[in-house]
């Protein structure tokens, strides 16, 4: 068992007080929901209080970023909140588990030429693309909420238009995490 206690750890970095605190908590929530369900459905071999962390931690990131519109004003891009979230998780003792799943749930996943094509400002010496089960389930079911917004869960169309801004490859990779997560994989469908 590969567990920790993910509330603790968002205590120590997000203060209480803070707008930030609850968009992550919010959304992390979310995630976690989704992707427990999914992992039930499919009957997937991950034990859900890894699931549960996994997606708690994800974004631990963000409050390091200049994301004024969620309360997060620190002098990282937005963009490198995955990379500054798997650092932050490593230099807390966290299980390398987790630390990655922040570092590859980013949109599809980003592949080491698309962040060479783009000067994205991400370390380069890493890994960006979701490889485990765990990594994979996370990333997709990001896919359907965001921090901003309403908090409700985008529809299927709605996550398509969003990965379509980021390119052909990004929106294949999508459909290949939804080929694997989604309802169509099962006998019994599950609404998205």
């Known amino acids: 068992m590969t567990s920790c206690n993910w509330q603790q750890i968002i205590d120590n970095i997000y203060p209480v ?23 039930s459905h499919l009957r997937l071999d991950i034990p859900s209080d890894e699931i549960e962390t996994a997606a708690m931690l994800h974004d631990i990131g963000i409050i390091a970023t200049d994301a004024p519109g969620i309360d997060c004003h620190g002098s ?24 990655r799943v922040a570092e590859r749930h980013t ?51 709605r996550v398509r238009k969003s990965m379509d801004k980021f390119g052909p490859s990004v929106r294949q990779r999508f459909e290949k995490l939804h080929e694997e997560f989604g309802p169509g994989n099962k006998e019994v469908s599950m609404p998205l």
């Open 17 to 39: 007080d803070r707008k930030v605190r609850g968009i992550l908590l919010s959304h992390s929530a979310s995630v976690a929901n989704l992707a427990t369900d999914i992992a």
């Open 76 to 99: 990282q891009p937005y963009l490198c909140h995955g990379a500054v979230g798997a650092d932050m998780l490593r230099g807390a003792g966290v299980p390398e588990i987790y630390a």
């Open 107 to 157: 949109g599809a996943g980003l592949t080491s030429d698309e962040i060479k094509e783009a000067s994205l400002p991400l370390p380069p010496d890493r890994t960006y693309m979701p490889l485990t089960l765990l990594e994979r389930l996370i990333c997709y079911a990001d896919c359907f909420y965001s921090k901003g917004g309403d908090g409700q869960k985008k529809n299927i169309e």
